[in-house]
């Protein structure tokens, strides 16, 4: 029976790194070489060969003049934001328990902004609802939804606390059918910092969604936001040119 090969020096140092600091904040600071050699008691080579292989894996990066970073070493994408079926359902799915906080439940004007996206006119009337979304009791997003009044004009009465609100849309007879979205990435104002428990001006991804129903009407405009290291963004892309098309010359 052949013996199992033992893993390199900087392979193991590598994991014992990960290990040591993998309960830090995102971003958070790791100590400099020379700190390392010192800490786990090795040559300054071994240790940059265990930051590459870190590096690799997406645990860490290096800027050069600001020093190296630790990322994090587990997925935080705990909810698909192109789901038409919303994050309560998709959560539940997922075999995880989810709540919210209301912060606002109220009807008001639509202001222009918001008015333009629901193609309705400014100081018409909506419904907005202002949460804070959890999964397993930690905190996702705060989220804020904006709805036109003359199709579910008694949302105000339900509470959203552990209540789906595309789930309270169907039963109104509202079927939703596509979403156009748009992610933007942004510094946290003083208001979103203390909501997400986070400082003023780190980064906070930023979904903006338009929702259709089956009559290709607008029934929702809704912006979640988040910390930006808990959202990853992937895309297909076609290429509509067949593959049989002969270069025209001219």
Same mark, same amino acid.
């Not at 439940?105 to 918001?114: G, I, L, Y």
């Not at 609802?129 to 949302?155: A, K, Q, V, W």
């Given at each position: 029976?052949?013996?199992?090969?033992?893993?390199?020096?900087?392979?193991?140092?590598?994991?014992?790194?990960?290990?040591?600091?993998?309960?830090?904040?995102?971003?958070?600071?790791?100590?400099?070489?020379?700190?390392?050699?010192?800490?786990?008691?090795?040559?300054?080579?071994?240790?940059?060969?265990?930051?590459?292989?870190?590096?690799?894996?997406?645990?860490?990066?290096?800027?050069?003049?600001?020093?190296?970073?630790?990322?994090?070493?587990?997925?935080?994408?705990?909810?698909?934001?192109?789901?038409?079926?919303?994050?309560?359902?998709?959560?539940?799915?997922?075999?995880?328990?989810?709540?919210?906080?209301?912060?606002?439940?109220? $009807?008001?004007? *639509?202001?222009?902004?918001? +008015?333009?996206? %629901? &193609? #309705?006119? @400014? /100081?018409?009337? =909506?419904?907005?609802?202002?949460?804070?979304?959890?999964?397993?009791?930690?905190?996702?997003?705060?989220?804020?939804?904006?709805?036109?009044?003359?199709?579910?004009?008694?949302?105000?009465?339900?509470?959203?606390?552990?209540?789906?609100?595309?789930?309270?849309?169907?039963?109104?007879?509202?079927?939703?059918?596509?979403?156009?979205?748009?992610?933007? $990435?942004?510094? *946290?104002?003083?208001?979103? +910092?203390?909501? %997400? &428990? #986070?400082? @003023? /001006?780190?980064? =906070?991804?930023?979904?903006?969604?338009?929702?259709?129903?089956?009559?290709?009407?607008?029934?929702?405009?809704?912006?979640?936001?988040?910390?930006?290291?808990?959202?990853?963004?992937?895309?297909?892309?076609?290429?509509?040119?067949?593959?049989?098309?002969?270069?025209?010359?001219?």
């Amino acid at each position: 029976m052949q013996a199992r090969k033992e893993k390199p020096l900087y392979i193991k140092l590598s994991e014992g790194i990960l290990e040591k600091y993998r309960h830090l904040d995102y971003y958070s600071p790791l100590p400099g070489e020379r700190e390392l050699c010192e800490i786990f008691h090795t040559s300054r080579p071994t240790i940059r060969k265990a930051i590459n292989v870190l590096e690799k894996e997406g645990k860490i990066i290096r800027l050069q003049g600001k020093g190296t970073f630790f990322v994090g070493d587990e997925s935080h994408v705990d909810h698909q934001m192109n789901s038409i079926i919303g994050f309560y359902n998709d959560v539940k799915l997922q075999g995880k328990i989810t709540n919210s906080k209301v912060l606002l439940q109220n $009807v008001e004007p *639509a202001s222009k902004s918001v +008015a333009e996206k %629901l &193609e #309705i006119q @400014e /100081g018409d009337l =909506i419904f907005h609802l202002e949460r804070l979304r959890y999964i397993d009791g930690e905190l996702y997003s705060l989220t804020n939804s904006f709805h036109p009044m003359e199709y579910c004009p008694d949302l105000r009465k339900v509470d959203f606390t552990e209540r789906s609100l595309y789930n309270t849309l169907e039963e109104y007879g509202i079927h939703l059918a596509k979403m156009r979205q748009t992610l933007e $990435v942004k510094a *946290a104002n003083a208001y979103e +910092a203390l909501q %997400l &428990e #986070i400082k @003023e /001006g780190e980064s =906070i991804s930023v979904w903006s969604s338009v929702t259709y129903d089956t009559d290709d009407r607008i029934v929702e405009y809704v912006q979640v936001k988040t910390q930006a290291y808990k959202t990853k963004y992937e895309i297909m892309v076609y290429n509509d040119k067949p593959h049989n098309d002969k270069a025209k010359v001219l």
